[in-house]
């Protein structure tokens, strides 16, 4: 009997649901329900049968979507619903799909709604906390393997990275830069002076088109050596162009989950929010960086849009000369591609 997941949440949390995918496929077919936006990153993933788009903000928005989508559901007769993302929506969606067994967070907004719940352990990463969904709590802590997130760009996802990759002339390390985030203050404002003092080093921008501003200023700080490919290609495309890269430095925003997922060390940086939350950097090598001892941190589980306290030290103050050491580092380490 297959079973479904329903993970409609952020792009993020979407990578972070792959090895929970994985586990169940284990066990029988699977089919995900996620946005529009998910089910481009999902795609080729060999764990699941079938991806079910669910555009709970557009065409399938309100009552009569969500009870449209549930008939629909019901037909794939599954046997357990999996809430990786535990809004109450989900709940009486998967309920209303007559799927007898739910599983879900014993925290989560739909827990009335489940059959079986699986305790929330704030002090796990976010991938083995969905991995648990599947293992249960009584599993042994599962190997780093079991839990790092995969993802699978095509042959023309590759290509479409590489296009963009040869409008870079010259040699020397590639490094990838996301200096973008939905959430302010999880920028870290120094990525140009950064990007000025690795000067041997060549600079591919990645993010929506809504970074191209950004990545404008990073360009003027090193005129010739940096691509900027924000808005230029699909999720999945930009997977394979982070995979391309020797490392990426990001904010704890989605690009370091699709490091993870294609298996780039990352050099993630964290403000208002810190990797305790469970939203770290999984590729091999990979580091979180942020600025310990500040009484007033983390003070939001997302990131405020400005600082409450005006001065912003969580990333002002995080020296970009710090970053760049930690880049030499991971460049030393790992072979330049
Ligand atoms: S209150 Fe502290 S942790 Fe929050 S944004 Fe300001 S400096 Fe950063």
């Known amino acids: 009997m297959p079973a479904l997941v329903i993970q409609t949440s952020f792009l993020g949390d979407t990578v972070l649901t792959t090895p929970l995918f994985a586990a169940l496929a284990e066990r029988g077919p699977v089919d995900a329900l996620v946005t529009p936006h998910g089910a481009s990153l999902l795609r080729g993933n060999p764990a699941l049968r079938s991806l079910v788009v669910y555009d709970k903000r557009g065409r399938d928005a309100g009552v009569l979507g969500l009870r449209r989508m549930a008939r629909r559901l019901r037909e794939g007769a599954y046997d357990a619903a999996y809430l990786a993302q535990g809004s109450l929506r989900s709940a009486v969606l998967a309920r209303a799909a007559r799927i007898g067994r739910r599983v879900g967070f014993d925290t989560s907004a739909g827990r009335a709604l489940y059959t079986e719940r699986v305790r929330y352990r704030r002090d796990a990463h976010h991938a083995e906390r969905l ?13 780093s393997d079991l839990i790092r997130p995969r993802l699978y760009p095509s042959a ?17 390390p590639l490094v990838a830069v996301a200096p973008g985030s939905i959430w302010g203050t ?6 140009p002076a950064l990007v000025s003092m690795l000067d041997d080093v060549r600079v591919v921008v990645v993010g929506s088109g809504e970074d191209s501003v950004l990545a404008e200023t990073i360009a ?19 997977a394979a162009l982070i995979a391309r890269c020797a490392v990426l430095i990001a ?9 993870s997922g294609v298996g780039t060390p990352t050099l993630a940086i964290f403000g208002p929010t810190v990797p305790a939350f469970g939203f770290g950097p999984l590729a091999p090598r990979s580091e979180a960086l942020g600025v ?14 400005e600082c409450p306290l005006g001065h912003f030290a ?4 995080l020296e970009p000369s710090r970053v760049a050491a930690r880049v030499r580092n991971l460049l030393d380490t790992h072979p330049v591609p």
Do not use: F, I, Y
């Open 156 to 172: 023309d996802d590759r290509a479409a990275a590489d296009a963009l990759l040869a409008e870079l002339p010259g040699g020397g």
């Open 220 to 238: 003027a700080a090193a005129p010739g050596r940096v691509l900027d490919a924000t808005g230029r290609l699909s999720l999945l495309a930009s």
């Open 251 to 259: 904010n704890d925003s989605a690009p370091t989950h699709l490091a």
């Open 292 to 305: 310990d001892g500040l009484a007033c941190r983390p003070c939001h589980p997302h990131g405020p849009r």
């Open 186 to 191: 999880k920028r870290w404002p120094h990525v």
């Open 314 to 317: 969580c990333m002002q103050t």
């Open 131 to 143: 991995w648990r969904l599947a293992a249960g709590d009584a599993a042994p802590a599962p190997a």
